[in-house]
């Protein structure tokens, strides 16, 4: 495992932009040594002062790469102010849909379990640019629907 605490306290959008920069140059230089435990860290164990640098990484690292940290992705949703939130938006639209269905429904699942409205909406913004509404489990389609209604008013 590379990634490690020191990494991941440089990755943070508070360093220098040198550390910052070097935390990315690092994990791309080693890239043929991460391993899935390595992904799921940077952004599991990770904060929001990380997740914009995490992004950048796994942009750059692309699919099947980071394919272990998708559904880690979706929980940027729940905030849309977050940092990185809309750059997971644009790391998820590259994919397709096929790779992170499932977990989009999960999401989906978890925030309506825990009635997470900003949730709802995070996700329903992304469903909506990028028009695959088709996607949602029917099971639970007309809730989400009816939650986010709500929740716009």
Known sequence: ???????????????????????????????????????????????????????KV??????????????SLFMLFQDLNWPGSTDAMNLLSALPLDAYKDDLNMAIKKALDTSDDDWIYGIRTFIENENISEAIDKDFKEKFNEAYQRYIG
Do not use: W
Not at 15 to 41: C, H, V, W
Not at 58 to 71: Q, R
């Open 1 to 55: 495992m590379i990634i490690n605490n020191e990494i991941l306290f440089r990755l943070s959008c508070h360093y220098p932009k040198s550390y910052q920069e070097y935390a990315i140059e690092y994990i791309i230089a080693n890239s043929d040594k991460l391993t899935d435990e390595d992904i799921e860290t940077l952004i599991e164990r990770g904060c929001k002062d990380t997740y914009q640098n995490t992004i």
């Open 58 to 71: 796994f942009s750059i690292l692309g699919y099947p790469k980071v394919a272990k940290a998708i559904p």
